[in-house]
């Protein structure tokens, strides 16, 4: 279960677009509450699913990659490039400047975890990288593993 707070998270947002002079229109924000409320990442074809099920007016796949697009620049969303799901940002409430994120997923569960490594971490990752020929490698890492909860059982 997410805890956090979806409606204070939802005006948060929008005080923030209002603060950078953009729009938080009525179906970004669909898509974001979906996201919110979902309690694990959610691919693009299950959160137009959900937006649809009781709107007379469906979205198009194709609303929902632009409107996912748009959230992501923002950094109110981030992907799961190994999954290619979405998930809402945990610093949505939050004031200060977004860090690069890494994430933690449950193997079992599937709940995901926003976290943020120090950059140091990174750049000891990056020095390996490039001492075996690699550049320009992906600042977002994906780690597995078990949850708390998950452990447990
Ligand atoms: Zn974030
Ligand atoms: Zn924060
Ligand atoms: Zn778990």
């Given at each position: 279960?997410r805890t956090v707070?979806s409606?204070k998270?939802?005006?948060?947002?929008?005080?923030k677009?209002?603060?950078r002079?953009?729009?938080?229109?009525?179906r970004?924000k669909e898509?974001?509450r979906?996201?919110?409320?979902?309690?694990s990442?959610?691919?693009?074809y299950?959160?137009?699913e959900?937006?649809n099920?009781?709107?007379n007016?469906p979205?198009p796949?194709?609303?929902v990659?632009r409107?996912l697009?748009?959230?992501?620049d923002?950094?109110?969303?981030?992907r799961?490039?190994?999954?290619?799901k979405y998930?809402?940002c945990?610093?949505?409430?939050?004031?200060?400047d977004?860090?690069q994120?890494?994430?933690?997923?449950?193997?079992?569960c599937?709940?995901?975890?926003?976290?943020?490594?120090?950059?140091?971490?990174f750049s000891?990752?990056?020095?390996?990288?490039?001492?075996?020929g690699?550049s320009?490698?992906?600042?977002?890492?994906?780690v597995r593993?078990?949850c708390?909860?998950?452990e447990?059982n």
């Amino acid at each position: 279960m997410r805890t956090v707070n979806s409606e204070k998270a939802i005006s948060d947002v929008e005080q923030k677009c209002a603060d950078r002079g953009i729009r938080l229109t009525r179906r970004r924000k669909e898509v974001l509450r979906t996201l919110v409320l979902a309690e694990s990442a959610l691919s693009a074809y299950e959160i137009a699913e959900q937006c649809n099920a009781d709107s007379n007016d469906p979205m198009p796949a194709m609303s929902v990659y632009r409107i996912l697009d748009f959230l992501r620049d923002q950094q109110f969303v981030h992907r799961l490039e190994t999954a290619n799901k979405y998930i809402s940002c945990s610093h949505l409430s939050c004031g200060h400047d977004h860090a690069q994120s890494q994430f933690l997923i449950c193997n079992e569960c599937r709940k995901v975890e926003e976290i943020d490594f120090s950059s140091e971490a990174f750049s000891v990752m990056e020095k390996a990288a490039s001492a075996a020929g690699f550049s320009s490698i992906s600042p977002q890492l994906e780690v597995r593993g078990l949850c708390d909860s998950c452990e447990i059982n």
